[in-house]
């Protein structure tokens, strides 16, 4: 515990590095090659994956192992947390490189600050002391914010970047100084021996409750959840599609990581009060997610509002604090990564030269366009809305299970009514995809590697359904249940 | 490649197929989709075809294991899992050979057909849904295939969505099966209630368990609960086996394209019934009240709709009364415990009435898509080798000796005979009785369509859509692609019953999936008097079926070809009862008065109270103007204000600081 | 030791009041200004804990560099003040409300819990002479926070990027000069020798 055994980290050192080699070999590049920029990107991403996938620590069935001197913690959740993380990257990209090239904007940076925000991301998964949450949690911010304003004359972008940033920045101080109440409560900042301090100051301690509420605001903020959700709605629509492509997606499993490091390492003895904590700001978000989705026309703010509703169903996962729950909470934010990926995916491909999708009616009668890609879509709102034998259903049914599990009858009630309500704004999607006539006849076309990469996505809709028992099992293996 | 391998593609490689066919239906083009579909079903032929062979030959035991475990929920596993026994063997090959068929042919009807892709890609996944319902080993995959083919068969019912007729058909039968699964799933839900358990071996081993305990369904009378389940069971294989009273679908069904007609209305999808009462059979032998209420239904059909094929004109009509005719027997035949007799008869009867409609759809492709008999007749010059398969498959479909529709179609006659199960007597009747039938309606289409005068003329300047009896063109013979497979489908129809009567049937080569219990089995009462199928021919010829066959036969002639005039005479002189025949017994006209148009003024007057007053105007309109109002404040509140977003977030901390550092 | 609470006390309140002073006044330079001494008297506090590097790295980063820019910055954009005030007295009400609320909660907690007496936290001991809070700062850093060093300078770098990702133009028409072009020029692209016959004196 007390060596700085750096190999653990080799993903993140190899992320590092690469990020940098881009960043640098960019300077070299052409405008017409900006190609080589993508494939080293995926180059990235697939050893990483590789080298994550090598997890010598676990050879003798050790379940978690430390390096930094106990700040960088590896395990099995961390693990699968970052190898869905690269995967989905991998898809994000395939989307950004056909959509940067039709708004002209195909240039390093995007990849370079992406990959940054994946370090941080990696790290805040691994992170095992209050120090290491918060410079990852950072990390990430600020790679986001720049991303938002990665469309520099877009003006709604711009707007989007400063209320991101003066949030997140709010919400930054929050959690520090929630942080500094721990610290100055147990006198700690590793995760492990915060746990302990918790047990013999006894978590009826004020200081630590005062410090646990700045957290878990921390924490909404990040997830965005009820009533700490405001920046979502605006920066998923001001920002560039492809930018809120990312962050809607692989961040959400960090901040997933940041919740299960902070509550069931850290504060685990000071469940009774973090659990309803979540379980008001669930239940808000649940409502009010998928009450104001219903009347967004705008469909990357409707996918916003959906992506509040989908946290509170996260949190719902989490707040039980049984390792069922944990393990339900995984598996919901990698699916719903995975839904938000290939929703946006598809905005990304009906937005025609430099103009975006991003109206309701632009899916109007997509079938008539191309039915394939309408089925894909119609497949995504349906695993979003929870329909059966899709893989959004087993995510919300494990969640609500976790939660009758609990004894949260009230809140499980509250989950299956607004999620039939939610069900209807997906639904018209689907209507307005299959009984409406097309605004346009255009072709809808894309290069071969995003046609390739939405339909997995897509597929993983249903194939994930139906094969959901084997991911479930890792999750819940993540926990130990 | 190991045998689980071989197992997992059978199903597997016409789903591929499928996909292929349908989704990438641009790329691979028409023969594309059809190379794509011929191979993926054609191998999976060969497959199922050498699984059969290992299990006859190379003493292949009972294969029951889990291929994947979907969920486990309080004890109770979801899984797909294959039971392969010599039962689902058997209808692997026999559904994946007419598949296969059908394939083929398919090339040569569909030829000119815009929507020749899909229809690939749907039959290839019907192959799938098929095999996936016949190879299960649990009840939860069960329903999923039977769910699967019956929607494949309502797409393909309205295949041709322009026209009014097909889709109207398509929801009839949609509706008339629902009522059938309704029955089916709470038959399942009754077994996963009292069992406690989706999976046959399990369900089957217990089944002795309940045999005595009884449930109160309605107050004061007590009801065996493996009666009530079988029923429930029973009236799902109603529904998909088109038994009366849910028969009304199959013959709307016929708007579909004719091979369609062939694979899935008649040698596979609609044995699934049949099939499932089969597998069930455990528990079936346990109710001798449920045994007798299969057996008389399916007297009634065999009967009845036999009656009904006399009168109809369109060609595929009388072969679909026909269908239902032959599965009436087979349900006898489960009625009387003869499951192996069932069996037997499914298996020709898939060969030799696959048969028959591709041998009429290939005279409705020379016909221009003619349908109506009363405009056909002399085809036997034109088409001769549709004429002489045609022959084939009715000689073994009115049960000609040596053919095999004879060795299927006597057995069942024999048990029923020999059973003495409660109203077994008059269900022998219903079937003696239906053979003259058969044998009548058989020969008076074989007649209309390829015997006496033609009725139609030739009309080059006719137009693109003539008048019923005028053609564009002269008949001719069909390509290769139809012949090919109607001579393939005609040789299992004659040698099949022959072959494998001693096995199947008297063997207990399907014991190892049919359980009947010793006081019940009329099959063995039947074997110990057989000799050798040629014993068994000779025997017969002494028989009141063999003379009742041949007295339709002398009838038909007669009537049809010695004296044509005399169908109208007759027609006149009993009108009352052609009027019920062509009336179907008035049994569509039935369900219209009294539930579809009861239901739809219920439903009009709930639409216009209760729906459009109360549920729409307060709650659904209400619900939704409240949800659209509050949709809207949310709105107000993103007001795009960053001071206000910041404001809310100190709000949420200093509400959350209040309720749990302050009043704790 | 009543010098020590009395440099405390002093110094504290000298930063509360600088901090009220930053966001109180109206011009931004006085409130760049009143940062700065808050900043100073921070520093102040922690030298009084012995923590005398991160107090003189806060006067050297924070109020040598750090405030210095963001003055330069504050008097070079020239911002309008009056629009950024308008709202201030709509709003007023509602601000104190929440501050008061967050301050009586605060101040609850403080005052019953307990948790907060001054007995609670007795004044660490002090260091050994021969201690050096220099060097046990660089021990940490590159022992145990080793990581969140690292992390911090990668923090930093993306903070690079993002700046120059942001606002790093190529006008089209801007008249840039590229120095390796200049340095790499040849006669040829300058000088042009041209042959001519020599012209006759006018006028001769």
Redesign the interface.
């Given at each position: 515990m007390n060596s700085t055994n750096m190999l653990l980290a080799a993903p993140e050192l190899w992320v590092m590095v690469m990020a940098c080699v881009i960043l640098i070999v960019d300077l070299y590049l052409g405008e017409e090659r900006r190609g080589i920029i993508h494939m080293l990107a995926i180059l990235t991403l697939v050893f990483a994956a590789i080298i994550t996938l090598r997890a010598d620590y676990a050879a003798d069935g050790v379940r978690e192992a430390f390096a930094f001197n106990g700040s960088y913690i590896r395990d099995t959740m961390g693990d699968v947390l970052k190898l869905f993380s690269f995967l989905i990257l991998a898809i994000v990209y395939t989307y950004a490189k056909f959509c940067l090239r039709q708004f002209r904007m195909f240039r390093a940076d995007f990849y370079t600050l992406s990959l940054f925000a994946l370090l941080g991301v990696m790290l805040l998964i691994s992170a095992n002391s209050l120090v290491m949450i918060y410079l990852g949690l950072e990390l990430i911010s600020l790679s986001s914010y720049a991303l938002v304003a990665f469309d520099r004359d877009s003006r709604l972008g711009s707007e989007a970047a400063i209320k991101y940033f003066v949030l997140g920045s709010m919400a930054s101080g929050m959690l520090l100084y929630g942080m500094s109440m721990i610290y100055g409560a147990t006198g700690t900042m590793d995760l492990g021996q915060v746990a302990q301090a918790v047990r013999s100051v006894g978590s009826d301690d004020p200081l630590l409750v005062f410090g646990l509420v700045f957290l878990v605001v921390g924490l909404a903020f990040k997830l965005g959840v009820v009533p700490f959700h405001m920046w979502i709605p605006d920066v998923y629509q001001g920002a560039p599609v492809v930018t809120t492509l990312f962050i809607s997606s692989v961040p959400k499993m960090a901040a997933f990581a940041m919740a299960i490091r902070l509550l069931q390492t850290g504060l685990v003895d000071m469940q009774a009060d973090w659990s309803q904590m979540l379980s008001i700001l669930a239940v808000l978000s649940i409502i009010l997610g998928n009450v104001a989705a219903i009347a967004q026309t705008n469909i990357k703010r409707m996918l916003a509002y959906s992506t509040i509703s989908h946290m509170g169903f996260v949190l719902m996962g989490l707040l039980p604090g049984t390792a069922m729950g944990y393990g339900a909470g995984m598996f919901y934010v990698i699916v719903y990564s995975l839904m938000s990926a290939a929703g946006f995916g598809m905005v990304i491909l009906l937005s025609a030269r430099g103009v975006e999708a991003e109206k309701l009616d632009d899916f109007k009668g997509l079938n008539q366009r191309n039915s394939w890609y309408a089925a894909i879509m119609a497949m995504v709102m349906f695993s979003m809305a929870g329909v059966p034998v899709f893989v959004g259903f087993f995510a919300k049914w494990m969640v609500i299970k976790a939660a009758l599990d609990a004894g949260l009858m009230w809140l499980a009630i509250i989950a299956v009514i607004f999620s039939v309500v939610g069900a209807f704004y997906y639904l018209r999607v689907v209507k307005l995809m299959y009984f409406d006539e097309p605004l346009t006849e255009a072709e809808i076309d894309a290069p071969v590697d995003f046609r390739a990469a939405i339909s997995l996505n897509g597929i993983m809709m249903i194939g994930l359904g139906i094969f959901s028992s084997s991911l479930i099992a890792v999750c819940m293996a993540s926990f130990g249940a | 490649m190991s045998l689980k391998t071989i197992l997992l593609l059978i199903p597997l490689l016409p789903l591929a197929a499928a996909a292929v066919a349908g989704?990438f239906r641009n790329q691979v083009g028409r023969a594309g989709s059809h190379w794509v579909a011929i191979l993926g079903v054609g191998v999976s032929f060969f497959l199922s075809a050498y699984v059969l062979y290992l299990q006859v030959f190379g003493n292949l035991e009972t294969l029951n294991y889990s291929v994947?475990?979907?969920?486990v929920s309080d004890g109770i596993r979801f899984e797909v899992g294959f039971l392969i026994d010599h039962l689902s063997a058997l209808m692997m090959t026999v559904v994946t050979f007419v598949s296969f068929m059908v394939h083929i042919y398919t090339i040569g009807y569909m030829a000119e057909d815009p929507g020749y892709q899909r229809f690939f890609s749907y039959i290839a996944l019907f192959t799938f849904s098929m095999l996936m319902l016949v190879m299960s080993n649990n009840f939860l995959q069960l329903f999923f295939g039977w769910e699967a083919v019956g929607l494949v068969s309502y797409l393909l019912i309205g295949f041709w969505f322009k026209r009014e007729s097909a889709v109207a058909a398509g929801l009839k039968a949609f509706l008339v099966n629902r009522v059938g699964d309704f029955g089916f799933l709470l038959g399942i839900a009754a077994i996963l209630y009292c069992f406690g358990s989706m999976d046959y071996s399990e369900v089957f081993g217990q089944a002795g368990s309940i045999s005595g305990e009884t449930v109160s369904i309605v107050a004061g009378f007590e009801w065996q609960w493996i009666t009530v389940i079988c029923i429930c069971l029973f009236i799902g294989a109603m529904g998909k086996s088109a038994q009366a009273p849910l028969h009304v679908w199959l013959p709307d069904s016929m708007e579909g394209p004719t091979p369609i007609s062939a694979l899935i209305h008649a040698a596979t999808m609609v044995t699934a019934g049949i099939f499932m009462v089969a597998r069930m059979s455990p528990l079936f032998e346990l109710s001798d009240a449920a045994l007798s209420f299969v057996m008389l239904i399916g007297a009634v059909t065999a009967f009845s709709m036999g009656l009904v094929g006399i009168v109809q004109n369109d060609i595929k009509r009388v072969i679909a009364y026909s269908t239902l005719s032959q599965l009436g027997y087979m349900t006898v035949a489960l009625g009387v415990s003869a499951y192996s007799a069932a069996i037997f008869h499914l298996m020709t009867h898939a060969f030799f009435k696959a048969l028959l409609f591709l041998g009429a759809g290939s005279v409705i492709i020379a016909l221009h898509h003619q349908q109506d008999m009363r405009f056909m007749g002399g085809l036997r010059k034109q088409m001769p080798i549709t004429w002489i398969t045609a022959w084939i498959g009715t000689l073994a479909l009115i049960g000609f000796p040596f053919m095999s529709g004879f060795y299927s179609k006597d057995s069942i006659i024999e048990a029923v005979h020999a059973s003495t199960r409660f109203g077994s007597d008059v269900a022998y009747w219903a079937v003696l009785l239906g053979v003259l039938i058969t044998s009548f309606y058989s020969f008076r289409l074989l007649y209309l369509t390829f015997h006496g005068q033609p009725r139609y003329r030739v009309d080059v300047g006719a137009g693109d859509h003539p008048p019923d009896g005028i053609l564009q063109h002269a008949p001719k013979e069909s390509p290769l692609v139809v012949t090919v497979p109607l001579i393939l489908l005609a040789i299992p129809s004659i040698v099949i019953g022959y072959m494998t009567i001693e096995p199947v049937l008297f063997g207990g080569w399907l014991s190892d999936a049919i359980m009947v219990l010793p006081q019940n089995d009329a099959v063995a009462e039947v074997g110990s008097h057989f000799h050798g199928p040629v014993a068994m021919v000779t025997h017969a010829l002494g028989t009141a079926p063999f003379w009742l066959m041949i007295g339709g036969f002398v009838l038909a002639t007669f009537i049809y070809q010695v004296r044509p005039s005399m169908a109208d005479q007759l027609q006149q002189k009993m009108p009352r009862l052609h009027r019920i025949l062509e009336n179907k017994f008035y049994v569509d006209e039935f369900y219209q008065s009294v539930f579809v148009r009861r239901v739809i003024n219920i439903g009009n007057g709930l639409w216009k109270k209760a729906d459009a007053g109360l549920i729409d105007g307060v709650l659904v309109n209400g619900s939704a103007r409240l949800?659209?109002t509050?949709?809207?404040r949310?709105?107000l509140w993103?007001s795009?204000f960053?001071?206000?977003?910041?404001?809310?977030?100190?709000?949420?901390?200093?509400g959350?600081?209040?309720i749990?550092?302050?009043l704790? | 030791m009543p010098i020590y609470e009395i440099v405390f006390y002093a110094f504290s309140l000298v930063m509360l009041a600088g901090a009220v002073g930053v966001i109180t006044v109206r011009n931004p330079v006085y409130a760049a200004l009143c940062l700065v001494l808050t900043f100073f008297s921070a520093s102040a506090i922690w030298m009084l804990l012995e923590a005398e590097f991160l107090a003189i790295i806060l006067i050297v980063v924070y109020v040598g560099a750090v405030m210095v820019l963001f003055l330069f910055v504050v008097m070079m954009l020239d911002i309008n003040v009056a629009p950024l005030k308008e709202g201030f007295i709509r709003y007023l009400p509602v601000g104190i409300l929440v501050a008061a609320l967050m301050a009586a909660e605060l101040l609850v907690l403080i005052w019953s819990k307990g948790r907060f007496e001054a007995g609670a936290y007795p004044l660490p001991a002090p260091n050994p002479e021969e201690y050096s809070n220099t060097k046990a700062v660089g021990e940490w850093l590159f022992t145990n926070y080793l990581l969140a060093f690292e992390v911090a300078g990668v923090i930093l770098l993306v903070a690079i990027i993002a700046a120059v990702a942001l606002t790093l133009r190529h006008r089209a028409g801007g008249h840039r000069q590229n120095p390796s072009h200049q340095v790499r020029v040849e006669r040829d692209e300058r000088v042009r020798l041209v042959k001519m016959k020599p012209e006759p004196r006018q006028g001769s």
């Open positions: - | 989704l994947y475990t979907w969920m949800v659209g509050i949709s809207e949310i709105r993103q795009g960053l001071f206000q977003y910041a404001f809310a977030m100190i709000v949420g901390l200093i959350m600081i209040a749990w550092v302050m704790k | -």
